[in-house]
């Protein structure tokens, strides 16, 4: 159980509890919340496949096989660079709905695993990639409340309005999950409403996700206090800035390269 309050916008205090109980079973509400993500997620990917010349039923395979690839790309990638937590308890590792999970490690892992499903079925893989961008920025932002849940992926202290207040530690932080949240919702509705229609090759809106989401985590993560580094380096902000420029670099490449084939 976690107290929060946000004391600047007259919200809270209020208590927060990690799961709940039904019919015998513990729920939690992290795993609960990351689901409703991807149900939703699925449905608009399903709905978008028609856009992109994709069966509805290429799409559950691609999360079928997504899936699991991706919860084990995040698992991953937040134990190997947070090794110290784990190492005492190995059992550790497999307690998931404890949090730490980390979405470049999801990204990786579904990406892989989607790109050999599609290399099976012959299907050309950025038409999957392009639909599932959408789904992955859904993902994103019904997921992060799951963080909220936990009390964990905050910031650093701050005593602006917006402050998150965690009661238990005795602390005022950024609430970071929401700023991504928020980031990512936007990213969501360009993609959607502005920039599909400008879409000039295969692939494109994957990597236009690739470097929105970059750009706007480079920022976010320059604030968080539980990020995962690799000796002075936070890990997770070099990953945004490279994937910012490489996104980018592509887009103007293929969109080049596009340009000079249609003359």
Known sequence: MNTIAFPGLSI???KIYESFNLFGLTIHYY???ISIGIVIAYIFC???AKNYDIDKENILDAVLVGLPSAVIGARLYYVIFSWDNYKEDIS???KIWEG???IYGAVIGAVAAVFIY???KKIKVTKIYDTCSFGLLIGQIVGRFGNFVNAEAYGSETTLPWRMELLDLGISVHPTFLYE???NLCVFLFLVFFYRKKQKFSGEMFLAYI?????????IEALRSDSLYLGPIKVSQLLALLCFIAGVCSIIYFRHKNRAQNK
């Open 12 to 14: 809270g205090p209020f």
């Open 92 to 94: 550790s590792v497999f």
């Open 211 to 219: 470097s929105a989401y970059g750009l706007g985590r480079f920022f």
């Open 100 to 102: 730490g999970l980390a």
């Open 181 to 183: 949240s928020l980031w």
């Open 46 to 48: 399903s709905n978008m």
């Open 31 to 33: 795993g609960l919340i």
């Open 118 to 120: 599609c290399r099976v």
